[in-house]
């Protein structure tokens, strides 16, 4: 069975500090692999996605995501975090032939001004 | 637009009260999932249906049902809810299994 970590349940940042939340899973084969973000008050939005090809991977809002087989995990990083990206975070982990999707807890980010 | 909606957005009943909460995607996608959201546990996938008439049980199934009669709708059914269902629920659906999922923007239930 597929399952996925994350360690960090809340991170508090201040503005311009650099992010780096870290997702782990437990599956030894082909992964698709998927950040969410959940703004307060709102449903789930695509970050960015893994399938295939390059491990580096970037989404919106200038966040980006690093694919390392050996160690299986996808953490989600990002240069400088701005207020507005006080959210909750969501890795979640679709294995190759299994049909469930399965999420972490989440990690709550909270941007200081 | 393309969206995914769920009816009612908030909702509070009593135990025992038979109730459903509609889910409708206007993407033709194939694959339909609905998740519960509890506090410290994240998402937990309660069914999912790979199609029309193909269901199966995610990892907290117990006290749910759903169906897939049409493409587009896959409701939860809550036969006879209790307080332990409390939760926030999101619907939301894919092209296919494994493609990145579009989320519905939750159902609030509250049952007393």
């Known amino acids: 069975a597929q399952s996925v970590s994350q360690h960090n349940h809340h991170v508090i940042l201040s503005e311009a500090a650099s992010l780096e939340l870290g997702c782990n899973y437990s599956?030894?084969?082909?992964?698709?692999l998927f950040w969410y973000v959940q703004y307060p008050g709102q449903h789930l939005q695509l970050l960015l996605k893994?399938?295939?090809?390059?491990?580096l991977v970037k989404g919106i809002k200038g966040f980006e995501a690093e694919f390392i087989k050996s160690k299986f995990s996808f953490n989600l990083r990002k240069p400088s975090v701005q207020w507005s990206d006080t959210a909750e975070y969501f890795c979640?982990?679709?294995?190759?032939?299994?049909?469930?999707?399965?999420f972490g807890t989440g990690t709550k980010l909270q941007v200081i001004p | 637009e393309a969206q995914v909606t769920q009816n009612p957005r908030y909702l509070i009943t009593v135990t025992g009260k038979k109730l459903t909460v509609t889910c409708s995607q206007n993407m033709n996608h194939e694959y339909m999932s609905w998740y519960r959201q509890d506090p410290g546990l994240g998402l937990r996938q309660i069914y999912y249906s790979m199609n029309v008439e193909v269901t199966d049980k995610g990892d907290v199934p117990e006290g749910y049902k759903v169906s897939r009669k049409e493409k587009r709708n896959f409701p939860l059914i809550l036969e006879s809810p209790s307080p332990n269902q409390t939760s926030l629920y999101f619907c939301a659906s894919s092209e296919k299994r494994g493609n990145e999922q579009f989320f519905g923007p939750g159902t609030r239930l509250t049952v007393l």
């Open positions: 893994y399938f295939s090809g390059d491990p």
């Open positions: 599956y030894g084969g082909t992964v698709n």
């Open positions: 979640a982990v679709n294995a190759g032939g299994y049909q469930k999707v399965t």
